[in-house]
């Protein structure tokens, strides 16, 4: 199922660039969430950075390179 994830990545990347709008990038893990949140799903932060420039630029990178952080799947797969 892991593997599953990671091809996933660049899918959820160009999923996300499409409308950056609906996401904001947590400025505890840098990991990309819904803007809907007011807190981080995976560090529990609650400061985040809305602008697309900065959702466009965290997509890009998250999608070329491997997962670093530790999410709910990780501790329950």
Do not use: W
């Amino acid at each position: 199922m892991k593997l599953l994830q990671i091809e996933d990545r660049p899918l959820k990347a160009i999923r996300i660039m499409a409308m950056p709008y609906k996401y904001k990038v947590c400025l505890g893990c840098d990991s990309i969430v819904s803007a809907k949140v007011s807190t981080c799903p995976n560090c529990h932060s609650y400061r985040f950075e809305q602008s697309v420039e900065e959702v466009l630029k965290q997509a890009k990178e998250l999608a070329l390179r491997p997962q670093k952080s530790v999410t709910t799947f990780d501790l329950l797969g």
